[in-house]
């Protein structure tokens, strides 16, 4: 049994909770064993919601023990594990401490802020000898899924183009998340799922030459459009904007060709149209990528495997091209190398 505790009851530490509830209805062996917010509001259920609807079944809190304070809840706990679903600038130290408590760490995406922070994680990991992940879901989501097996398979032959894009309206779930030296703005808090695609099904480009529009003041870019160069040739971009605001909702998509056929991912829905043959809706599994991300981690530590998908040492190279991005934006677009 993996007895877990999630930090940080906001809109998706309610989603973790939610699937981890899944998790054990289907057999899993695993509990979640313990709550911590520094906000008592947020340990009663209560705070706003995010950009999907995951996690909007949890409600009443009041099963679980809870805390207001990380150091609490590791001192009076006997916990396996911790799901750390708190503000970017807080992943690094919380990650630390845990990891030095002796617990497994699951964090939630984007890695760090920064490279270096993401490196100091690692090292902790290394010295405690636990296991840390990274929650990029979209390397579970399945219609990532699928689209990276094309690729790997090559069954549509090699890429040649590939372009990925999500949207919604602008974060209103807490201050932080507007604050760019704690949230990082939408290229590092939401773009960060596209450029980890990119990295995941490419690997690290040589360089990246981004644009990118302040509206908000203090948040960081809000609006970013993002080229990948490879030494292949073949055509990668990105785009994110979380100014879309009114009644638009949440949106995120890809289009990719190959030299022998074309994939979109619109609606929820992935068509694949291989040329010379008809069209076709690919079956998907059921749900979003957050419960075969959790699924993923709590199985690792059953079976005492090392974790290998979202692993700390490859999403900290989404940080490092994210890092790039931006400072290719502050450059108005100039290429700058990834390294």
């Not at 054990?24 to 008592?40: F, H, M, N, S, T």
């Not at 971009?237 to 998509?253: K, L, S």
Request: glycine residues 12%; contains cysteine; hydrophobic residues 40%.
């Amino acid at each position: 049994m993996i007895r877990i505790g999630i930090i940080g009851m906001g809109f998706m530490g309610k989603a973790h909770l939610d699937n981890y509830r899944q998790l054990e209805r289907a057999g899993l062996a695993v509990k979640v064993a313990a709550i911590c917010d520094a906000d008592p509001a947020k340990l009663r259920g209560e705070g706003s919601g995010g950009n999907l609807a995951a996690g909007g079944s949890v409600g009443d809190l009041s099963a679980y023990p809870a805390y207001e304070s990380v150091a609490d809840m590791l001192a009076k706990e006997e916990l396996d594990a911790v799901d750390i679903t708190l503000p970017t600038y807080l992943h690094k130290d919380v990650t630390i401490q845990c990891l030095q408590a002796g617990l497994h760490v699951l964090c939630e995406k984007p890695m760090a802020m920064d490279v270096a922070e993401c490196e100091a994680m690692i090292r902790a990991a290394s010295a405690a000898d636990r296991s840390l992940m990274i929650g990029q879901c979209l390397r579970f989501w399945p219609a990532y899924v699928e689209l990276k097996r094309l690729v790997d398979a090559k069954a549509l032959g090699e890429v040649t183009y590939a372009s990925f894009c999500r949207g919604g309206g602008t974060p209103s779930w807490g201050p932080w998340v507007l604050d760019k030296d704690k949230g990082g703005g939408a290229i590092l808090d939401m773009h960060v799922h596209d450029a980890d695609v990119v990295h995941w099904l490419f690997g690290k480009p040589e360089a990246v030459s981004a644009v990118g529009l302040n509206r908000i003041a203090g948040s960081g870019y809000d609006i970013v459009s993002t080229h990948y160069r490879y030494a292949e040739p073949r055509i990668v971009h990105a785009q994110v904007d979380w100014t879309r605001n009114g009644d638009y909702g949440f949106e995120m998509g890809f289009q990719v060709t190959f030299e022998r056929g074309n994939v979109q991912f619109a609606g929820g829905k992935l068509r694949v149209n291989p040329d010379g043959a008809p069209g076709y809706e690919a079956a998907l599994a059921p749900g979003e990528g957050y419960y075969y991300e959790l699924r993923y981690f709590v199985e690792q530590l059953l079976a005492g495997a090392p974790i290998e998908e979202a692993a700390p040492e490859s999403t900290k190279e989404t940080i490092r091209i994210v890092r790039a991005e931006i400072a290719s934006a502050d450059r108005r677009g100039e290429w700058v190398a990834v390294r």
